[in-house]
């Protein structure tokens, strides 16, 4: 069984952004990266399906700069066989149907049986590049899944719908999947595995060879939601809150008429 | 008349004594040695460590706890009791063994006796004081033991074994004694040197010579039989602890007190980490179980223990032993269980008593390594997050790493990237630079030295967490990494001296950090404030404070600072009303061992004993010089209900407020 899972690496949200001088998006200063949190839950299930297949080679693709190197290699230290890394400065510039086009063209003769990908990214949260390779390759695409089993080529999963609902679907492979936070708890990689992963497999590919596909939507301004208002908290004991909020329904809202 | 007596009275100094009395002695001497071997063959199942350097400062260790018994009487009556009995047997050895060179040595070939005239009535009243003693000290631990134990003292036939033995031989011993001064003695003033021995004889002269004779004989050598009795017993039962704890003394660790072994994470051959079998101990692994003698004085003192978790120090030692003797491919975690494992704070508090020099903590932190670096296993899957945290913006707490130093901004501290030029390298800690009430502590600390004429630096966001909790968690691939970053960025900037808030953080860079080649000198922040003071560069004035102060366990038991913190609270004003467990006896606050990290799941809460231990005294202050105590307590007096009654302070705030 051949397996790619297709990962991004992002900033902590607990960062400081700031909006670059372009102003098209955030400045890569003071920047603590790690990889897309959906994506840990697609690696893991995608080891987990090695584990439970057995005879399974499993690939970790990514998209970026030398840096993201650092977030492949966790992904090989949970358990991914290789990795393929796209070489692309600049592919925080790129659009998602790009960004799907690239990762279509190097799965397009690779005969993956399965590819997984998180549902959407933390920092640009378009949720599209999954749908979007699987429309490019032709392959049935299932998104927000938080719950996977795979017997004798049929997949079992379980799509997180608005309200608690869920979807159950039933697809045979090859197919995409997207995953959503409830898959799973990815694994803490051991330190036998974190030795190994440094002497995985990790080639190189210049994103010329595999963008194919011009960008249909351009990013064109970044900038924080204004300030309207805010909480405010009271205190104090019961009867002075009372008064407090009294006073503040009456001056500031019509329901005390 | 010179005094003395006949050696072998009554039994006859000849070959039929002799012959059947030695081959006796030397089967059982024999028996004892072998017992012994079989028993390091066991221990050699362990990987090797070396123990044995220094040996003139080992001996002195070996000899000032054996023969001054000086840990074993720190728990004070059974103590006490224990070392007077000790010392009676001791006394009672030397004596046999004098009367022994004497009659089948020196007066057997040499013609010299020297039991006799003066040395020998003291020899006689030594020993007969001795005796008593002896019979007097087991007698109350065996009262103690059978009749008023300790919850939780496990009693075992050993034990009944031991006492049985030893007073059957010290009560013939004096029957023996007796018998024989009833028949030569009474009436001569030689006889009031063995006062106990003359009782007896007072009390079995009526007996007439034929019987007391016959007595004396079968008494003998059935004492002579026990005694062989014992010697063969010592490597079988908990006698043995003779040996065994007495050498433990000698292979105990010289410190730094309480530092880790650091893993080779570059050794490509190695396909473990850590240890989940008992071949991955070390030989002194093993052979702390057999010098433990059950005295339960680690679980007494084991916060775990004592707040309803399932980990006993004592039952951890003893279950590796077991497993070293009976089912040495057993798997260690499983055999301890992983709860037990988790619970501990890596307080110390079972080590600093304990009066075998048994390491406890090394142990449960191999196991957790094995968990860890193995298993990617952790107590919770908030200590995973922590450890995820940690690895991404460099403290346990999650917090983008660029804002480490903004805390110290508006008092017009820079980061060393900006100026390097300062007399101390702050290391402010994860607490310190990223929880608010630890903020408070650090901006304290920093007012004191700018009101001293210090000119601090910090690292800023260049700073990463030290990684103690990490190690102490297991986790010691993360600890390297931290460390490494650390000491790069700390080496870069010339710095001459570093201090810290945070005792966590001053035992791994004054200890820990050693082992990877750093070398500048580290100062836990009570240390260079009561400096700072003597010299009075730093005024405080000292104003009353109703207190009480908890002695962190990495200031304290693991670096022995008790006195400087106290000395800065006095100066402050403060009149310490102590807790009950305070100095070595400290009870944790919990967040040790990396607990900070984890949930307490099991059992009471840890930080509410203590606080309830704190509130005890009345003070309206719980002050403590650690930023995990600190952030325990904040949260214990909460679950104390005692939030208005007590305030949780650090040192740097009591002397921040105080400050001239």
């Known amino acids: 069984m051949k397996i790619l899972v297709c990962i991004k690496q992002v900033p902590d949200m607990e960062s400081k952004f700031k909006v670059d001088d372009g102003g098209t998006w955030y400045a890569k200063t003071d920047l603590a990266w790690r990889m897309n949190e959906y994506d840990e839950y697609a690696v893991e299930q995608a080891v987990q399906l090695k584990e439970q297949v057995k005879d399974a080679d499993l690939t970790v693709l990514c998209i970026g700069g030398d840096q993201v190197k650092e977030t492949m290699k966790k992904a090989l230290a949970m358990g991914c066989d290789r990795g393929a890394h796209v070489a692309d400065g600049d592919s925080s510039g790129k659009e998602p149907y790009q960004i799907a086009g690239i990762i279509a063209e190097y799965a397009k003769d690779k005969n ?102 011009e960008s249909r939507q351009e990013t064109a301004r970044m900038y924080f939601p204004e300030k309207k208002g805010g909480g405010l908290v009271l205190e104090g004991d019961a009867a002075e809150l009372a008064d407090q909020l009294v006073k503040i329904l009456k001056e500031k809202t019509a329901v005390l008429g | 008349m010179e005094f003395t007596r006949e050696i072998y009275w009554n039994v006859g100094h000849n070959a039929g004594t002799l012959v059947p009395m030695y081959l006796f002695a030397f089967t059982a001497i024999g028996l004892l040695v072998r017992g012994f071997l079989k028993r390091i063959e066991i221990y050699k199942q362990g990987l090797p460590l070396i123990r044995t350097d220094q040996p003139a400062r080992r001996l002195l260790h070996m000899l000032g706890n054996v023969l001054l018994q000086k840990k074993v009487a720190r728990v004070r009556w059974p103590g006490l009791v224990h070392g007077f009995f000790f010392w009676g047997f001791v006394l009672l050895f030397i004596g046999t063994t004098l009367i022994v060179v004497q009659a089948d040595f020196t007066d ?32 109350g631990l065996l009262v103690r033991r059978y009749f008023f134990a300790p919850e939780g003292l496990e009693t075992k036939k050993d034990d009944a074994i031991m006492h049985g033995l030893l007073l059957t031989i010290l009560c013939t011993g004096f029957l023996i004694e007796g018998s024989r001064i009833a028949v030569t003695e009474l009436g001569t003033p030689l006889s009031y040197w063995s006062p106990m021995g003359l009782l007896v004889a007072k009390g079995i002269a009526g007996m007439g010579e034929g019987g007391l004779r016959a007595m004396h004989k079968v008494l003998w050598w059935t004492h002579f039989s026990l005694v062989m009795s014992f010697f063969t017993l010592i490597p079988l039962t908990k006698f043995r602890h003779i040996f065994t704890t007495s050498t433990n003394y000698f292979f105990d660790d010289l410190g730094p007190k309480g530092k880790l072994v650091n893993l080779d994470l570059e050794n490509e051959e190695a396909e473990t980490f850590g240890v989940t079998n008992v071949k991955e101990m070390t030989w002194k692994d093993i052979f702390d179980a057999d010098a433990c003698t059950l005295c339960m004085r680690c679980q007494d003192r084991c916060p775990a223990f004592n707040t309803d978790k399932p980990l006993s120090p004592m039952k951890v030692v003893n279950q590796l032993g077991e497993v070293a003797f009976t089912n040495p491919e057993a798997n260690l975690v499983d055999t301890f269980g992983k709860d037990v494992l988790w619970s ?210 990495y200031l304290g038991r693991h670096n022995d600072l008790y006195d400087a913190p106290r000395a800065l609270i006095k100066a402050a004003g403060g009149k310490i009303l102590e807790m009950d467990k305070n100095r070595a006896e400290a009870f944790c606050c ?30 309206e202050n719980l002050i403590s010089n650690c930023p995990f105590c600190l952030t325990m307590f904040e949260d214990g007096v909460k679950g104390a209900e005692v939030e208005d009654a007590l305030r949780p302070k650090d040192i740097a705030e009591i002397l921040a407020e105080r400050v001239v």
């Open chain 1, 112 to 213: 993956f049986d399965l590819i997984f990908t998180g549902m959407q990214s933390q920092d640009r949260g378009s949720g599209q590049v999954g749908l979007l390779v699987a429309e490019m390759l032709g392959l049935p695409g299932i998104t927000t899944v938080v719950h996977f089993a795979y017997k004798d080529g049929v997949i079992e999963a379980k799509r997180e719908l608005e309200g608690g609902v869920k979807a159950c679907v039933n697809v045979a492979a090859p197919a995409v999947i997207t995953c959503q936070l409830g898959l799973n708890t990815p694994r803490y990689p051991t330190l036998p595995n974190i030795m190994k992963a440094k002497k995985k497999e990790l080639l190189s590919i210049p994103v010329d060879d595999l963008l194919k596909v």
């Open chain 2, 108 to 139: 057997l070939f040499f013609d010299m006796k020297f039991l006799k005239g003066t040395f020998y009535l003291l020899f006689s009243i030594t020993l007969d004081v001795a005796g008593l003693v002896c019979i007097f000290m087991l007698g």
């Open chain 2, 344 to 553: 501990c704070t890596t307080c110390r508090a079972c080590q600093e008593i304990c009066p075998a020099a048994i390491e406890h903590v090394k142990k449960i932190i191999d196991c957790r390594r094995a968990m860890v670096l193995m298993e990617g296993e952790f107590p919770g899957e908030e200590v995973m997050t922590a450890m995820e945290a940690t690895e991404v913006n460099g403290n346990p707490l999650g917090i983008g790493y660029a804002e480490r130093g903004d805390w110290a901004a508006e008092l017009g501290i820079k980061p060393l990237a900006e100026d390097a030029e300062v007399d101390i390298l702050y290391f402010v800690g994860c607490y310190g630079s990223f929880d608010k009430r630890n903020i408070a502590v650090a901006k304290s600390f920093v007012g004191l030295c700018q009101a001293a004429g210090v000119k601090v630096g910090i690292l800023g966001k260049e700073e990463k967490c030290c990684g103690e909790p990490m190690r102490k968690m297991g986790n010691e691939y993360l600890y390297q990494t931290l460390a490494m970053e650390n000491i790069e960025v700390i080496n870069s900037y010339g710095v001459k001296k570093i201090v810290t808030t945070c005792p966590h953080c001053f035992n791994t860079l004054e200890k820990d950090y050693r082992d990877l080649g750093f070398a500048i000198e580290v100062e836990p922040y009570v240390v260079f404030l009561e400096k700072l003071i003597a010299s009075g560069r730093l005024q405080i004035d000292a104003r009353e404070l109703s207190c009480t102060y908890h002695d962190s366990c």
């Open chain 2, 590 to 619: 919990s967040a040790g061992g990396g607990r900070i990290l984890a949930e307490e799941k099991i059992g009471e809460r840890i930080n509410v004993k203590r606080v309830k231990m704190a509130a005890a005294t009345g003070a």
